[in-house]
């Protein structure tokens, strides 16, 4: 699988039918930093960094919820 081996710097690119898709979904965290004194522990690029990390650090669990034994789990936990 592309996703779990490899360089991951050649997989990005910019999509063409969605110019500045991305900026769409900026967070401006002004009002609960200002109100609540709240702020995020990770930045995007470490958050996302740790994420791909544990994912790699993690291929059985990728496994498991690939073979639908994750939701197996689910339901035993929590019923159908």
Same mark, same amino acid.
Do not use: C, L, M, V
């Given at each position: 699988m592309r996703l779990l081996s490899g360089d991951f &710097? *050649?997989?990005? +690119?910019? &999509?063409? *039918?969605?110019?500045c898709? *991305? &900026?769409r979904y900026a967070i401006d965290s002004t009002k !609960? +930093?200002?109100e609540l004194?709240?702020?995020a522990k990770e930045t995007l690029v470490t958050g996302l960094r740790k994420t791909v990390e544990w994912y790699l650090e993690n291929p059985e669990w990728v496994e498991s919820v690939k073979t639908r034994a994750c939701r197996?789990? !689910?339901?035993?936990?929590?019923g159908t």
């Open positions: &710097r *050649d997989t990005r +690119r910019a &999509r063409s *039918d969605r110019p898709h *991305d &900026r !609960i +930093r200002n004194g709240w702020f197996q789990w !689910i339901e035993k936990q929590y």
